[in-house]
């Protein structure tokens, strides 16, 4: 049996313990790995300064982004925010046998639906070590057990950042087998076939690699493969409303999933609203390609490329965005559920019975009126820690903090109740009267 | 394209109308489809009795048990069980758009979480065709299309049920291309693949049957291939309860999922218990295999077998029982978490300590303390219409109603608010202000 098999095999068994832990036991080892971070800033450091001068000499050659160099970079302002982020999750209320519903069946017979953690999760994450302490700490507070894998490109930092951290969960009494970290891409290909032992994955990553993980595993993904996101701006928008919104959602941060794509503009508002907008992106350097509707609307003297077919199916994650003329909601609607990604589209509109239409018939894990997409984001929506956003249709939707990592069991306290009382003639019946009465 | 794909991609359109119909419309349609049974009486006895008649010739060649012949009957009787069952179904409330949560990011920002349908669903059972008003019903109610198969021996029940009740649904403005039957074997390969068109799929069937459905396809699959469920009888258990529970959880219905099949008896209990737990066994035609130290607490003259190893991972469904001896508390849980299925497992036991450990340490769906395994089930937990029992670790667990067939999105409802606004220096800080307020 290979490491990793065999350890996390060890981490499904210790995972059963720590879902048994009390939340004091896991506060004070959340307090040990905070305190630890602290204490062992310069190895740390030095570890980091290991990695990055690494990166850096792939960076001069043009096969690794400054931009993935400066997100690896470890100081001591970055593991503050470790440690912050730790303090976090000490605050969080430990989900961990929460009562979701309580329902008396019979006299003495009481069924009580309780949160519990998952069990085994895989998290796989790309090159910030930063995730290394947030995912340990959301996992250790949920009472669930991790293997997991940071980037190839942190692996000293990733390394030190898990022994420091394990090493304190361990001195306050959590079972340190928990929590296995992996290191080669082998290792992923051989966790994807462990189903028996690991009950749900966390991918973090480009497009492919999600896809990857997903075509390639029998265990559920949580997570999203791609973000396609909408603006559909209505013909009853209001348009500096709708200029606003749609630049920030395209130029705030264009490399993540929840910037926009796509922008959809009824006919009969384009000719007032299409020839600022494309003044507005082009001022701020974005490339437009459009169809051939729209580009009636916009000045002949404003450079725009015409879209071709597959451009309705891509994520750019990048300064360009699709613009799309449609002759209504309906239209608007059934474009966004055919082309989208199911992640966040948003309507711009003042009429109320369309934004209630647009919220009902797309079929996206955000829908929103009159905003940013760019609001789609677990901080943003008030959630703590932030462990991905799904696009799944089953478990957790959007932006998925710590309650994704919980599941329930149902717990029945009788004294001896039988079923064969509850059926045949002159059987008893059951109550079924919910109470507000919490387990324990 | 083959028939099933072309109507399953119709159907997955068609469950993103079928998601955004109101109450009423629903509720109509439900009660259509009571009153299209009742009128419709004679042509679905004369279809079941076509079925019947070719069960009953497979059966006398021993090739179909009576009890499934049984199970396949319909009479004026189960029609009205149907009908009553479509009631219950238009008496609950309408999940799609209740709100889960709702908070204030900041002054005219609100974020709800409501409820929606999952979208597309696959249901697989076997001969009874009751399950098809049922599962019909359930999935119109909550919002969702559905593509199911019954068991080939309901070929014409199945089919005359299915027409009689989607066409009724289609006369109250339901579109009926939302609901698909699918006939043969051939059709559940097919749709296997369909990950991208059916978002969830709920077997129900014999172990192999679900392990072939888990097997073969990437969509998630609800429900549980077996059910290995325990008893473990503490040294503190009140011995007349643990008798009583133990002879019901085995003999009130032996062949189904939630029947324990493995007793564990602590040892320093065995002797005062096990002689009358094996007589009532023996007085109940129950066969009962022991391992060597449960031997020597049963009467010689009482016939036992000797445990075989693979006892302790068998699902008779049938009157036998398996009963090893365990040292203690913690022997019976690791015992438990790992031959069981994680289904239903019980402790009887007066000890609160020991009952509060069980719960916590036992990684299954159903957790009991001094009541019978029979319990795990929809109807006994009161939540209506049971679409099967999950032993999945994420989304939803234990015995399935409606609630099981729901998601969620998030609703961004704004006044033009962009994300620039909240990063950087003089960022405006978001509230995050819990309210009580319902969406719409």
New interface residues.
Partial sequence: MSQVISDIKKAKSAS?VL??LDTETKNNALKAMAKALDKNKKKILEANAKDVSKAEKIAEKGELSDSLVKRLKVNDEKISGMIDGIKDVIKLEDPV?ETIST?K?DEG?V?YQ?KCP??MLGVIFESRPDVVPQILSLCLKSGNGVAFKGGSEAFYSNRVLFDVLTNAAASAGVPKEAFVLMETRADINQILEMHEHI??LIPRGSYEFVKYI??NT?I?V?GHSSGICHIYVDDEA?I??AL??T??SKI??PAVCNAVETLLVNSKIADRFLPRMVKLFIDNNVEIRVDKRAKKSIPKDVSVIDAKEEDWDAEYNDMIISIATVDGLEEAIAFI?KHGSHHTDAIITMNKDK???F???V??????????T???DGF???RGAEVGIST????S???VGMEGLM??????????????D??GKDAKK?I?KRLNQKY?
């Fill in positions: 059963l879902a048994t046998g329902i069946l017979l069924l309780i998952i069990g009950d749900l997903q075509n029998k559920p949580l209001d500096d409303l606003a919104v630049l920030d705030q941060y559920n934004q209630s239409e919220v009902r018939s079929d996206s894990a955000d829908v929103f009126i009159n905003a940013s760019r609001f789609a943003r929506y008030g799944n249709k089953i478990h939707r959007g932006p599941i329930y069991k149902y717990v029945l306290i009788g004294n001896g109740q039988v079923v064969k509850y059926v059951y079924h324990q």
